[in-house]
């Protein structure tokens, strides 16, 4: 393609809010028949809100409050969902804290050890259950929700289920998609059970779950050598790798620092209705001058 179509097609996109990293973008994004896209806060709003809790009745007390202590660490929106969701509670300095991306966080409270995350992750140390947890912490479906789990010196206390809507433009911009005969592709680190949930409302068929930010490059690197041409959009830090490993990386602006320079394109007001928009760009901008 000519140079001024280049710069025309790069014009016309950042007029719509979507940033292009090079000219580059636009060609890639041409030949793409794959659009991967991440669930939490790709899909859904990421304003996740607390259903239910089952907690080990010798911990009540504590469990809210170390919850909340170490999640405050966190920038999750799970993080931020338990935090607002028990705002009053007592809050503990939190020692040495990390987040494990796409896993959970731990850190050091009152000299205690404690996790909270996904219940494969918890469970790769020591982990001690009690009996009437047992049930709920082996149910890896969880119905419709996304469950988190808090173990404390290698025992587990308790653990929080939370729900997610899909975006308002979510459904819409699926159609979209598979009206431009793009096979769609939800990928997330949540578990099987809320994955599929999503993607039964939204009409995605395909669906790739509980998987780490190292499995999301795996999984697109497995379409890549199925002979697809792979987009993939991602609003996280545990996106960041799978972005830049897929044909055409999208980052939606509303997400982290990493996700947006991992991507070829950012779509600066975050919203997944200009996807399809951004793909149609390079075939508006180079299809007619070919
Ligand atoms: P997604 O791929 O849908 O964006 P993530 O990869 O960010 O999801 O997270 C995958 C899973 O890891 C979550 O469903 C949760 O179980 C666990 N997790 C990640 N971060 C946290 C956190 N801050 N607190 C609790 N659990 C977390
Ligand atoms: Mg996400």
Redesign the pocket.
């Known amino acids: 393609a000519t140079p001024t179509a280049l710069l025309a097609g790069t014009g016309r996109g950042a007029e719509l809010g979507i940033l292009l990293s090079g000219p580059e973008a636009l060609e890639a994004s041409r030949h793409v028949d794959t659009v991967v896209l ?5 899909l859904t709003t990421g304003s996740m809100s607390v259903s239910h809790s089952v907690v080990d009745t010798e911990h009540e007390d504590e469990f809210w409050s170390y919850l909340v202590s170490l ?1 405050s660490t ?1 920038s ?1 929106p ?2 931020q969902a ?1 935090v607002a969701h028990a705002e009053h509670v007592r809050s503990y300095p939190v020692e040495g804290a990390s ?1 494990d ?5 731990q850190g050091t409270i009152e000299g205690r050890s404690v996790r ?3 219940s494969t ?1 918890l469970s790769e140390g020591q982990l001690s259950v009690p009996q009437h947890l047992t049930d709920a912490f082996n149910d890896q479906r969880l119905d419709a929700y ?3 789990w808090l173990a404390v010196d290698g025992e587990l206390w308790g653990g929080v289920y939370l729900s997610d809507e899909p975006k308002p433009q979510a459904a819409a911009t699926i159609a979209a998609l598979h009206a431009r005969n793009l096979q769609v592709v939800l ?5 099987q059970g809320p994955a599929e949930h999503v993607a039964g409302q939204l009409g995605i068929d395909r669906v790739i779950a509980g998987v ?2 190292e499995g ?1 490059v795996d999984a697109v690197s497995a379409l890549q050598d199925e002979g697809h041409r792979v987009a993939m959009v ?1 609003d ?1 830090i ?2 960041a790798p799978a972005l830049a490993t897929a044909n055409v990386g999208i980052a939606l602006g509303s997400g982290t620092d990493q996700a947006m320079s991992a991507g070829d394109i950012t779509i600066t007001r975050g919203d997944i209705e200009q996807v399809p928009t951004a793909l149609a760009l390079a075939s508006k901008t180079l299809g007619t001058i070919r």
């Not at 991440?38 to 790709?42: A, F, I, M």
């Not at 991306?101 to 966080?105: E, N």
């Not at 990928?187 to 578990?191: H, N, P, R």
């Open positions: 991440d669930k939490t806060g790709t999640e966190s999750h799970i993080a338990l987040a991306a796409g896993f959970g966080v909270v995350g996904r992750w996304t469950a988190v990928l997330t680190g949540d578990s780490s930010p999301k991602g996280g545990n996106d």
